[in-house]
């Protein structure tokens, strides 16, 4: 499936809402910041955005500060960057950030 950009607002209340439905993965990435590419091609090269398990949204946060700090806001996280964010039935059941995001943490979780 590939990544989902995440561009709107409107978007996290409908990714809160599929998350009752499949898991969903945010992942905040700074196009400043090499611990953030690194991160970018850990989770790419383990596959999860291309998994039927789970939606995959993409967030540029240099373009769209605004909206995350509207995600750590309404989802109750702190912000980080690079960070991915896993939801499931409507709650967040995975967020870690830099290079503590672990692939088959958020696979665990979105399985469970």
């Known amino acids: 499936m590939g990544w989902i950009q995440l561009e709107r607002r409107e978007q996290l209340a409908e990714i809160v809402d599929r998350s009752a439905l499949i898991p969903q993965l945010i992942f905040k990435h700074s196009t400043r910041c090499s611990i953030s590419s690194m991160a970018l091609n850990r989770i790419e090269s383990h596959g999860l955005q291309n998994?039927?398990?789970l939606e995959c949204y993409f967030l540029d946060l240099i373009q769209f500060r605004e909206l995350s700090n509207l995600i750590a806001q309404e989802l109750n996280v702190i912000h980080q960057s690079p960070q991915a964010i896993l939801l499931k039935n409507r709650n967040v059941v995975y967020s870690d950030s830099h290079g503590s995001i672990d692939n088959?943490?958020?696979e665990k979780a979105s399985n469970s």
């Open 51 to 53: 998994s039927s398990n």
């Open 104 to 106: 088959l943490e958020i």
